[in-house]
Protein backbone atom coordinates (compact mmCIF):
# COMPACT_ATOMS: atom_id res chain seq x y z
CA UNK A 1 0.00 0.00 0.00
CA UNK A 2 0.99 3.61 -1.11
CA UNK A 3 1.34 6.46 1.25
CA UNK A 4 1.65 10.37 0.80
CA UNK A 5 -0.93 13.57 1.58
CA UNK A 6 -1.63 16.70 2.44
CA UNK A 7 -3.63 19.00 5.22
CA UNK A 8 -6.08 20.60 2.99
CA UNK A 9 -10.00 19.61 3.54
CA UNK A 10 -11.47 16.55 5.18
CA UNK A 11 -10.64 13.25 3.65
CA UNK A 12 -14.34 12.63 4.29
CA UNK A 13 -15.10 16.22 1.85
CA UNK A 14 -17.22 14.99 -1.22
CA UNK A 15 -15.91 18.39 -2.75
CA UNK A 16 -12.44 16.95 -3.57
CA UNK A 17 -13.83 13.70 -4.50
CA UNK A 18 -13.32 14.59 -8.18
CA UNK A 19 -11.19 12.60 -10.22
CA UNK A 20 -10.93 14.63 -12.90
CA UNK A 21 -8.10 16.50 -10.58
CA UNK A 22 -5.75 13.64 -10.94
CA UNK A 23 -6.42 10.71 -13.06
CA UNK A 24 -6.55 7.25 -12.62
CA UNK A 25 -3.66 6.61 -15.10
CA UNK A 26 -1.96 8.82 -13.04
CA UNK A 27 -2.20 7.08 -9.79
CA UNK A 28 -1.09 4.00 -11.56
CA UNK A 29 2.09 5.34 -12.86
CA UNK A 30 3.20 6.84 -9.72
CA UNK A 31 2.25 3.18 -7.64
CA UNK A 32 5.64 1.72 -8.57
CA UNK A 33 7.62 4.61 -7.02
CA UNK A 34 5.94 4.67 -4.10
CA UNK A 35 6.15 1.01 -3.76
CA UNK A 36 9.69 0.21 -5.01
CA UNK A 37 10.74 -3.72 -5.66
CA UNK A 38 11.26 -5.31 -2.40
CA UNK A 39 12.35 -9.00 -1.19
CA UNK A 40 8.80 -9.72 -1.06
CA UNK A 41 8.29 -9.42 -4.80
CA UNK A 42 11.60 -11.54 -5.35
CA UNK A 43 9.84 -14.36 -3.73
CA UNK A 44 6.62 -14.15 -5.73
CA UNK A 45 8.96 -13.64 -8.48
CA UNK A 46 10.60 -16.87 -7.47
CA UNK A 47 7.19 -18.89 -7.57
CA UNK A 48 6.57 -17.47 -10.70
CA UNK A 49 9.92 -18.45 -12.39
CA UNK A 50 9.68 -21.60 -11.27
CA UNK A 51 6.40 -22.80 -12.55
CA UNK A 52 5.33 -23.60 -16.25
CA UNK A 53 2.30 -21.29 -16.31
CA UNK A 54 1.21 -18.50 -13.84
CA UNK A 55 -1.30 -15.99 -13.05
CA UNK A 56 -1.23 -13.12 -11.19
CA UNK A 57 -4.61 -12.05 -9.40
CA UNK A 58 -4.11 -8.48 -8.96
CA UNK A 59 -1.37 -7.67 -10.49
CA UNK A 60 -1.22 -3.91 -10.65
CA UNK A 61 1.18 -2.68 -12.86
CA UNK A 62 2.09 -5.83 -13.83
CA UNK A 63 5.58 -5.69 -12.52
CA UNK A 64 6.03 -9.32 -11.73
CA UNK A 65 4.71 -10.68 -14.85
CA UNK A 66 7.08 -8.01 -16.75
CA UNK A 67 10.05 -9.07 -14.90
CA UNK A 68 9.44 -12.91 -15.22
CA UNK A 69 8.90 -12.07 -19.02
CA UNK A 70 12.03 -10.39 -19.18
CA UNK A 71 13.98 -12.54 -17.37
CA UNK A 72 13.03 -15.68 -19.50
CA UNK A 73 9.86 -17.21 -18.64
CA UNK A 74 8.46 -19.07 -22.05
CA UNK A 75 5.10 -20.51 -20.17
CA UNK A 76 1.53 -19.42 -19.93
CA UNK A 77 1.84 -15.65 -18.00
CA UNK A 78 -1.78 -14.20 -16.87
CA UNK A 79 -2.28 -11.34 -15.42
CA UNK A 80 -5.79 -10.13 -13.96
CA UNK A 81 -7.10 -6.83 -11.91
CA UNK A 82 -9.87 -4.88 -12.07
CA UNK A 83 -7.92 -1.54 -11.80
CA UNK A 84 -8.33 0.28 -15.62
CA UNK A 85 -5.38 2.53 -14.99
CA UNK A 86 -3.26 -0.30 -13.88
CA UNK A 87 -3.80 -2.43 -16.36
CA UNK A 88 -3.35 0.46 -19.10
CA UNK A 89 0.26 0.47 -17.51
CA UNK A 90 0.61 -3.16 -17.64
CA UNK A 91 -0.34 -3.78 -20.89
CA UNK A 92 2.44 -1.88 -22.29
CA UNK A 93 4.25 -5.02 -22.11
CA UNK A 94 3.55 -7.41 -24.70
CA UNK A 95 3.99 -11.62 -24.31
CA UNK A 96 1.61 -11.64 -21.80
CA UNK A 97 -2.03 -12.07 -21.81
CA UNK A 98 -3.65 -9.08 -19.56
CA UNK A 99 -7.47 -9.25 -18.52
CA UNK A 100 -9.65 -6.65 -16.43
CA UNK A 101 -11.21 -8.62 -14.26
CA UNK A 102 -11.68 -9.37 -10.35
CA UNK A 103 -10.30 -12.42 -8.76
CA UNK A 104 -14.13 -14.57 -8.72
CA UNK A 105 -14.02 -13.29 -12.35
CA UNK A 106 -11.67 -15.68 -13.52
CA UNK A 107 -13.38 -18.89 -15.65
CA UNK A 108 -10.30 -20.74 -16.46
CA UNK A 109 -10.17 -24.35 -15.45
CA UNK A 110 -6.74 -26.40 -14.81
CA UNK A 111 -4.99 -23.93 -16.54
CA UNK A 112 -2.52 -22.08 -14.28
CA UNK A 113 0.50 -24.30 -12.07
CA UNK A 114 0.61 -21.52 -9.38
CA UNK A 115 -1.52 -18.19 -8.98
CA UNK A 116 -0.07 -15.45 -6.75
CA UNK A 117 -1.93 -13.24 -5.30
CA UNK A 118 1.18 -10.20 -4.07
CA UNK A 119 1.45 -6.93 -2.47
CA UNK A 120 -1.69 -7.80 0.42
CA UNK A 121 -4.09 -7.58 -2.80
CA UNK A 122 -5.78 -10.31 -0.73
CA UNK A 123 -7.04 -7.87 1.80
CA UNK A 124 -9.17 -6.25 -0.84
CA UNK A 125 -11.44 -9.33 -0.68
CA UNK A 126 -13.43 -7.92 2.32
CA UNK A 127 -16.51 -9.79 2.80
CA UNK A 128 -17.05 -13.87 3.11
CA UNK A 129 -19.23 -14.39 -0.07
CA UNK A 130 -16.29 -12.23 -2.29
CA UNK A 131 -12.97 -13.91 -0.48
CA UNK A 132 -15.37 -17.43 -1.10
CA UNK A 133 -15.90 -16.79 -4.34
CA UNK A 134 -12.25 -16.12 -5.48
CA UNK A 135 -11.18 -18.86 -3.73
CA UNK A 136 -13.35 -21.15 -5.61
CA UNK A 137 -12.32 -19.41 -8.88
CA UNK A 138 -8.35 -19.38 -8.10
CA UNK A 139 -8.76 -23.48 -7.52
CA UNK A 140 -10.59 -24.09 -10.72
CA UNK A 141 -8.00 -22.50 -12.53
CA UNK A 142 -5.03 -24.22 -10.59
CA UNK A 143 -3.96 -27.83 -11.78
CA UNK A 144 -4.61 -30.50 -9.26
CA UNK A 145 -1.59 -29.94 -7.31
CA UNK A 146 -0.80 -26.39 -8.05
CA UNK A 147 0.13 -23.76 -5.73
CA UNK A 148 -1.26 -20.46 -4.28
CA UNK A 149 1.14 -18.22 -2.78
CA UNK A 150 -0.72 -14.92 -0.81
CA UNK A 151 0.30 -11.95 1.54
CA UNK A 152 -1.46 -10.73 3.81
CA UNK A 153 -0.70 -8.36 7.35
CA UNK A 154 -1.20 -9.92 10.36
CA UNK A 155 -3.99 -8.70 12.58
CA UNK A 156 -2.21 -8.69 16.04
CA UNK A 157 0.74 -6.35 14.48
CA UNK A 158 -2.29 -3.67 13.94
CA UNK A 159 -0.10 -1.98 11.08
CA UNK A 160 -3.34 0.34 10.56
CA UNK A 161 -2.38 1.96 13.37
CA UNK A 162 0.68 3.89 11.77
CA UNK A 163 -1.96 5.45 8.78
CA UNK A 164 -1.62 8.90 10.16
CA UNK A 165 -0.84 11.76 8.93
CA UNK A 166 2.72 11.85 10.74
CA UNK A 167 4.02 8.97 8.48
CA UNK A 168 3.16 11.08 4.59
CA UNK A 169 4.96 10.43 2.28
CA UNK A 170 6.22 12.68 -0.45
CA UNK A 171 7.08 11.33 -4.35
CA UNK A 172 7.61 13.11 -7.61
CA UNK A 173 5.23 12.04 -10.41
CA UNK A 174 6.11 11.30 -14.25
CA UNK A 175 4.55 14.69 -14.93
CA UNK A 176 7.10 16.12 -12.43
CA UNK A 177 4.58 17.31 -10.18
CA UNK A 178 5.35 17.04 -6.40
CA UNK A 179 2.71 15.45 -4.53
CA UNK A 180 2.05 14.30 -0.79
CA UNK A 181 0.04 11.47 0.17
CA UNK A 182 -1.39 10.49 3.54
CA UNK A 183 -3.57 8.05 5.02
CA UNK A 184 -6.17 7.81 7.56
CA UNK A 185 -8.27 4.89 9.57
CA UNK A 186 -11.55 5.98 9.08
CA UNK A 187 -12.94 3.36 10.66
CA UNK A 188 -12.16 -0.49 12.32
CA UNK A 189 -15.26 -2.60 12.99
CA UNK A 190 -14.34 -6.42 13.12
CA UNK A 191 -11.66 -7.33 10.98
CA UNK A 192 -12.25 -4.81 8.95
CA UNK A 193 -10.32 -1.49 8.51
CA UNK A 194 -11.55 1.17 6.03
CA UNK A 195 -9.05 4.14 5.52
CA UNK A 196 -8.80 6.96 2.99
CA UNK A 197 -5.92 7.83 0.70
CA UNK A 198 -5.78 11.67 0.07
CA UNK A 199 -3.40 12.56 -2.74
CA UNK A 200 -2.64 16.32 -2.42
CA UNK A 201 0.45 18.72 -3.89
CA UNK A 202 3.32 18.97 -1.76
CA UNK A 203 1.79 22.71 -0.73
CA UNK A 204 -1.36 20.86 0.28
CA UNK A 205 -3.69 21.66 -2.42
CA UNK A 206 -6.16 18.58 -2.41
CA UNK A 207 -6.10 16.60 -5.79
CA UNK A 208 -8.55 13.29 -4.57
CA UNK A 209 -9.68 11.53 -2.11
CA UNK A 210 -9.80 7.72 -2.81
CA UNK A 211 -11.35 5.25 0.23
CA UNK A 212 -10.92 1.51 0.26
CA UNK A 213 -11.17 -0.96 2.89
CA UNK A 214 -8.62 -3.73 3.91
CA UNK A 215 -9.56 -6.88 5.65
CA UNK A 216 -7.15 -8.32 8.28
CA UNK A 217 -8.14 -11.86 8.34
CA UNK A 218 -6.39 -13.62 11.62
CA UNK A 219 -4.06 -16.47 10.43
CA UNK A 220 -6.55 -19.21 12.30
CA UNK A 221 -9.52 -17.85 9.40
CA UNK A 222 -7.21 -17.66 6.65
CA UNK A 223 -6.20 -21.59 7.09
CA UNK A 224 -9.94 -22.58 7.35
CA UNK A 225 -10.94 -20.86 4.29
CA UNK A 226 -8.91 -22.26 2.32
CA UNK A 227 -8.99 -25.66 3.41
CA UNK A 228 -13.16 -25.40 2.67
CA UNK A 229 -11.87 -24.14 -1.28
CA UNK A 230 -9.61 -27.28 -1.79
CA UNK A 231 -6.41 -26.33 -0.76
CA UNK A 232 -4.12 -27.69 2.00
CA UNK A 233 -1.42 -24.95 3.23
CA UNK A 234 2.12 -26.31 3.26
CA UNK A 235 3.79 -23.17 4.80
CA UNK A 236 3.00 -19.98 5.97
CA UNK A 237 5.76 -17.45 7.55
CA UNK A 238 5.24 -14.35 9.42
CA UNK A 239 7.98 -12.49 6.89
CA UNK A 240 9.02 -13.00 3.20
CA UNK A 241 12.62 -13.99 4.90
CA UNK A 242 10.58 -17.70 6.05
CA UNK A 243 10.81 -16.53 9.57
CA UNK A 244 8.25 -18.20 11.54
CA UNK A 245 4.83 -17.16 11.90
CA UNK A 246 4.54 -15.87 15.24
CA UNK A 247 1.66 -13.52 16.78
CA UNK A 248 3.98 -10.45 16.56
CA UNK A 249 4.92 -10.94 13.14
CA UNK A 250 4.44 -8.37 10.56
CA UNK A 251 2.80 -10.45 7.70
CA UNK A 252 1.22 -14.39 7.06
CA UNK A 253 2.95 -15.17 4.04
CA UNK A 254 1.05 -18.44 3.20
CA UNK A 255 1.78 -21.39 0.58
CA UNK A 256 -1.14 -23.14 -0.66
CA UNK A 257 -1.49 -26.57 -2.47
CA UNK A 258 -4.11 -27.46 -4.40
CA UNK A 259 -6.13 -31.07 -3.17
CA UNK A 260 -5.13 -33.91 -6.11
Known sequence: MGDRAG???SPDDEEFMDRDHYTDLQAAELYDALNPWSRSDDVFLDWVMGSRSAIDVGCGTGRLLHRAW???H???LVGIDPDPGMLAVASRQGGIEWRQAKASDIADCDRF????????????LATDD??????AAIASALWPGGRFI???RNPPAREWQTWTPEHSLDEVDPAGRELRMVYRVVDVTGDLVTFTESTCERDGTPLRVDRAAFRFLPAEALNARLQAAGFVVEAQHGDYDGTPLTRDAAEIVTVARLRE
Open 150 to 152: LDT
Open 7 to 9: EGK
Open 70 to 72: RAG
Open 74 to 76: TGD
Open 130 to 135: ELDRSL
Open 113 to 124: EVAIMASHGFQY
